[in-house]
Every structure is written in structure tokens, then in C-alpha cells.
């Protein structure tokens, strides 16, 4: 799917979080929103995602204004830095949750919810675990898992926030490479949150630089190494 922002803004009460940005993001990109705390980088996927509303501007999926879309409508699918799995479900039934919780008349069958959900554990690399709990797992495992819940609704678009921030440089690295290899697989117009820049630039195809509410600068990795469009961008990426 294509993503259009236009001019999209956010206020807290007074304080701004978004100044008006727009970005339009290509079909089956994967585009990192990177920038430091406090930046806006959360509110700008939360919004996109149907999550929370901004105060003026539009977004357009394929061309369509997703002012009237809710939640739902909008198919994303999430992974937060801490979305806890659901501990008193197995990891099979975490992720087949979004599909049994449709409406009768959207709900696959039994079969095709079986056929999915091993088909996922086989993309995450963890074809044995479904009948564990959570608790059982590493946090790689945990997140790999959360992906597989995300992807199961088989969404229109992949939102993850800091998706391996609490977890070790190693296990980051290697799920980096898994994100890479099922954004492949999958072709999901895939944004991620991060704050690390090395990760924003070994993984994405689109880097958006953020600070203080604000894009800063588009382009591919290279690019922005090689020519930064400001102080704030060459410091950031430079750290
Ligand atoms: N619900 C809220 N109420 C009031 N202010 C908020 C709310 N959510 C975010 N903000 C403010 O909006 C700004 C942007 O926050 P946001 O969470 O988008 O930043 P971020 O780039 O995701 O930061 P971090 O890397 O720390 O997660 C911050 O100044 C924050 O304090
Ligand atoms: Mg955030």
C-alpha cells in the first residue's frame, strides 16, 4: 500500500508534537522514522495507524483519505517495544487471536486459522513453539512472536515501535535481519520507530529523520550519510 501524509499536525493541549509534515511513502517500502526522544516519532505511527487522531492534515492510503477509517478499517498491523503477548495464551492461540476475535461472518475456519498460524511460526523461524506460553520464551522469541500476531490479520501495513529495544545488541541484530527477510517475504509497506541510527540505516530503504516534531530530512541510507541536509541530521547520524 501507499502511504501519503499531508501536512498532518498534532497538539497536546498547548504543547506541539507535530508541526505540519507530510511524506508520501512508496508501496512495500521499509521506512525507518528515526529521531531522538521526544521527537514525535510515536505519535506520527500511532496516527497513522488509527491510534490516535492529529489535529489538521490528511493521510491517504492508495489515494483514499482515511479520515473516516477506523481502527479496524485501516488493517495495521502493530508491535510495540513492550506488547506484553497475552500470558495465559499459548503462542499459537496469541497469534491466531486477531482472527478469532472477527466477526463470525469474517472468520476464517478452523483449518485455514491452523494453516496460517503454522505458516507464520515457519516465517518467524519458530516452527515447535505454539503450544508454549509466553512466560517460556527469550524476548527475541517474545517479539518474533508479536510479529507473527501483527501479520496474522494479514495487514495492509507493518507499524513497529522500537520493536527490539529491550532487547540485547545480538538478539537485535539478528531480529533486524529477520525483519528484513519477512518484509521481503511478505512485500508489507513496513514503517519502525528506532532512535539507533545504525539500526535505521543497516535495515531500512527509507530513512525519515525527525527532531522536535519535525521531518528533517528523507532519503535513502546513503544518501543522508553522504549529504545530510543539516547540522542536526550530520551530528545525529554522525553519533
Ligand atoms: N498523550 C500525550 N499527551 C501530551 N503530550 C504528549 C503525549 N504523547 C506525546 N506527547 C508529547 O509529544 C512529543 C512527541 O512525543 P512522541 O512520543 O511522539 O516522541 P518519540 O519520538 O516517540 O519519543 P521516544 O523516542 O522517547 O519514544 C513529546 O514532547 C511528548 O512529550
Ligand atoms: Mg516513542
Redesign the pocket.
Known sequence: MHIDIDEIAKE??T?R?LHPVSLSIPNGALVALL?P???????LLRILGGLDYPSSGRIFFDGQDTTGLSVQDRRAGFVFQNYALFRHMNVFENIAYGLRARRRRDRPAEAEIIRRVNRLLALIQLPDIGARYPGQLSGGQRQRVALARALAIEPRMLLLDEPFGALDAKVRKELRQGLREIHDATGLTTLF?T?DQEEAMDLADLVVVMSM?RIEQVGKPAEIRARPACAFVRDFVAA
Open positions: 497536546f493541549g504543547a508534537a529521531g526522544s521526544g521527537s514525535g516519532k510515536t505519535t520507530v532512535h516534531g
